[in-house]
């Protein structure tokens, strides 16, 4: 039993994160991440391109993903695997809620079921798969 | 629209187009600028002394991250944006798949899922370069959005030694916007 996966068991829910999501948000992490979409910044686009308002990229999703997860972990969290499928948009004004449960331990690693909802719906819905700190420098990057 | 699928065959296994370099290496700018806009205060990822403590060599990228490192720039994505609006097509296997879905009225993309394995840690200094294929192209389908297909691209993502990082499919629809039926 490791330091992440002491006292854990299968079906605990996970503590809530309600993240607030406005304009800025949206196109501050499109572009922080390179994505020069215009659906993901251009209201008029995104309007054309059949959607009532610019909406929040995968990528962002998926970091927020990674900080809800490693927040409730700790910072010597490695996250091994996500998979993850998108529902309703996150639109401007959205408030997305993360939540989740426990759905595997083993000795070294923890399976987790995660979700994101906004109002409409469930926006992500992932499984996420975490493994214990890194156990020294040496191995960084080459654990397999 | 037979004729459409019939032809997503020469396109399935195809290598998309040339490996997407990256324009500079992972670097601690790029990587507080992200973790700013996500508002994560996980330490590991701007102080390299708490990355140390946790058994790292050096500050870490975000693992959502991995894909900002090959996007092609600003100036790239207008003059693709340009190409496309002009009708001119490169001759890779993705940009033709879709133009031809383009002149098919599939004009729109969102991305439906990704699934991402995250073999190594991205560290400053590491130049990551992402080989992307063709994996798979669904039959159209009526979808909430409209018409349109489902494509799945593999993206293999490795460092300068050819080390594989993290192992992507990444799913999109490309869709016909006209084509969505009036809400009920």
Not at chain 1, 102 to 114: G, I, P, R, S
Request: aromatic share 8%; with cysteine; glycine share 8%.
């Amino acid at each position: 039993m490791s330091a992440l996966t002491a006292g854990l068991v299968v079906g605990q829910a996970l503590p809530e994160l309600a993240l607030p999501l406005d304009r800025t948000t949206i196109v501050a992490t499109a572009i922080a991440s390179q994505d020069f979409e215009d659906v993901h910044h251009d209201p008029g686009k995104a309007n054309d391109r059949g959607t009532p308002d610019i909406f929040m990229s995968i990528n962002s999703t998926n970091g927020f993903l990674d900080r809800y997860v490693t927040d409730l972990f700790g910072p010597a969290t490695r996250i091994r695997k996500v998979a993850l499928r998108l529902g309703v948009p996150n639109f401007p004004g959205d408030t997305m809620t993360f939540s989740g449960s426990v759905a595997e331990v083993t000795d070294a690693a923890v399976t987790l079921k995660v979700a994101g909802h906004n109002a409409r719906g469930a926006h992500v819905t992932a499984t996420v798969t975490l493994d214990q700190p890194v156990p020294n420098p040496q191995n960084v990057g080459g654990i397999q | 629209m037979e004729e459409l699928e019939a032809r997503f065959g020469e396109f399935v296994g195809e290598v998309a187009e040339p490996p997407r370099v990256a324009r500079y290496a992972v670097n601690e700018a790029m990587i507080r600028n992200w973790v700013e806009a996500h508002d994560d205060l996980n330490p590991v990822y701007v102080d390299v002394e708490a990355a140390r403590a946790t058994g790292r060599a050096d500050v870490i990228c975000p693992p959502a991250m991995v894909t900002t490192w090959v996007m092609q720039g600003y100036r790239r994505w207008r003059q693709v944006q340009a190409l496309r609006a002009d009708g001119v097509q490169e001759d890779h296997a993705y940009s033709r798949l879709l133009a031809l879905l383009d002149e098919h009225g599939f004009t729109s993309v969102v991305a439906t899922a990704q699934e991402q394995e995250y073999v190594r840690e991205l560290t400053p200094g590491t130049r990551v370069t992402c080989h992307f294929t063709i994996e798979d192209i669904s039959p159209i389908k009526r979808t909430g959005l409209g018409n349109g297909c489902f494509i799945t691209l593999r993206k293999r993502y490795v460092d300068q030694a050819d080390q594989l990082l993290v192992d992507e499919k990444f799913v999109i629809l490309r869709f016909d916007p006209t084509t969505k039926e009036p809400a009920a």
